[in-house]
Each structure stands twice: as structure tokens, then as C-alpha cells.
């Protein structure tokens, strides 16, 4: 049970997909090396009308539920004055070549839903991703709580092309108006 939308190019699948789930004060964590952070040439920012990219230091393109955890104290909800926190996003494959296995992904998806945070995964090299772990994309993705997933046709064999899939439809509903 999927919602699927085709998009041009990855800066657009990421940047749209970030908007769909974050206000303009709201904040997306992610690794302070990841692809939304260093390479989308501010798009992110400026589809979601401002939002804050919470950069997380950790070793090799990953961070942890310990500094997740700790990132999220920084911001804590209700305060007026501190960006609230919207979403989680995690780059399978991360820039380093790294992978965030299973249990990563899952303990990861746990804290952001016991914090009402969406979970979205960049997945440029996704089927690098699958093969590597051995895994299927149900598996890497809404088995183990991924709310959305940003799969690269042009780093997957297609001349051009991205698709987002959100696996909570219902936050798809307004998707198509972006």
C-alpha cells in the first residue's frame, strides 16, 4: 500500500518529499554530511519555505539513536523560539559508502515515532543498498518504519528520473498540489 509520484531529478524528489513533511519552522535531522545537507544547492530550505537542517556529527556518513536522541533535546517541542522537530532523514547509501543496516533503521524509526517524527531515506544508491544487505525494499523501508523513500532512477540504470514513494499515504494527500 504505496503512493507514488515521479519526479526529474533527486534535488527534487528530496527537496518535495522534505516539504510534504516539514513546516517552515519545523526541523529535519539529519547527518551533517548527508546529500540534503551538502549537495541540494539549499533546495531543501527552500521548498520547506525555511526549515531547518539539524546536522548530526557520527562515523562514516551514520549517525546513532545516541546522537538522534541528543539532537533532539536541542529543540524541544512547545518552545516558541526553537525549530520544532518534523522529520528524520537517513541516506542508504550514505555519502561515505557506509549502509544503515535493519536494526539501525528500526531503532532509528523508533525514537522519531515515540517523538512524532516522519522517517524519510534518501535512497540514491537504495538497490546498492538491498543487494549489499541482502534484504528486500520492504525490508530497508516501511518493515522497519521509513515513512517515505526518495529511490534514484538515474543512479539505479535510467537515463533520467526519480520516484517518491510515501508508505503512509495519508501524508501523500496533498503531495500532488507541490
Same mark, same amino acid.
Given at each position: #500500500?504505496?503512493?507514488?509520484?515521479?519526479?526529474? !531529478?533527486? !534535488?527534487?524528489?528530496?527537496?518535495?518529499?522534505?516539504?510534504?513533511? !516539514?513546516?517552515?519552522?519545523?526541523?529535519?535531522?539529519?547527518?551533517?554530511? /548527508?546529500?540534503?545537507?551538502? #549537495?541540494?544547492?539549499?533546495?531543501?530550505?527552500?521548498?520547506?519555505? %525555511?526549515?531547518? @537542517?539539524?546536522?548530526?556529527?557520527?562515523?562514516?556518513?551514520?549517525?546513532?539513536?545516541?546522537?538522534?536522541?541528543?539532537? @533532539?533535546?536541542?529543540?524541544?517541542? %512547545?518552545?516558541?523560539?526553537?525549530?520544532?522537530?518534523? @522529520?528524520? /532523514?537517513? =541516506?542508504?547509501? !550514505?555519502?561515505?559508502?557506509?549502509?544503515?543496516?535493519?536494526?539501525?533503521?528500526?531503532?532509528? /524509526?523508533?525514537?522519531?515515532?515515540?517523538?512524532?517524527?516522519?522517517?524519510?531515506?534518501?535512497?540514491?544508491?537504495?538497490?546498492?543498498?538491498?543487494?549489499?544487505?541482502?534484504?528486500?525494499?520492504?525490508?530497508?523501508?516501511?518493515?522497519?518504519?521509513?515513512?517515505?523513500?526518495?529511490? /534514484?532512477?538515474?543512479?539505479?540504470?535510467?537515463?533520467?528520473?526519480?520516484?517518491? @514513494?510515501?508508505?503512509?499515504?495519508?501524508?501523500?494527500? #496533498?503531495? =500532488?498540489?507541490?
Amino acid at each position: #500500500d504505496v503512493k507514488v509520484f515521479l519526479v526529474a !531529478t533527486g !534535488t527534487a524528489a528530496n527537496a518535495l518529499a522534505l516539504a510534504a513533511f !516539514t513546516p517552515p519552522w519545523g526541523a529535519v535531522f539529519c547527518h551533517e554530511e /548527508s546529500h540534503i545537507a551538502d #549537495d541540494e544547492c539549499g533546495a531543501p530550505e527552500m521548498y520547506t519555505a %525555511g526549515a531547518k @537542517l539539524v546536522g548530526m556529527r557520527g562515523e562514516a556518513g551514520k549517525f546513532s539513536t545516541h546522537d538522534f536522541e541528543h539532537a @533532539l533535546k536541542r529543540f524541544p517541542r %512547545g518552545v516558541i523560539k526553537a525549530v520544532q522537530p518534523s @522529520l528524520v /532523514s537517513l =541516506s542508504q547509501v !550514505t555519502e561515505c559508502g557506509t549502509l544503515y543496516t535493519l536494526d539501525e533503521i528500526k531503532a532509528l /524509526s523508533a525514537v522519531a515515532k515515540r517523538n512524532e517524527i516522519a522517517v524519510h531515506m534518501d535512497g540514491a544508491r537504495f538497490a546498492n543498498a538491498c543487494a549489499s544487505l541482502k534484504a528486500s525494499p520492504a525490508e530497508l523501508t516501511w518493515q522497519v518504519g521509513v515513512d517515505a523513500l526518495c529511490f /534514484s532512477g538515474t543512479k539505479n540504470g535510467l537515463a533520467f528520473g526519480e520516484a517518491i @514513494l510515501f508508505f503512509n499515504r495519508e501524508l501523500a494527500e #496533498d503531495f =500532488s498540489y507541490r
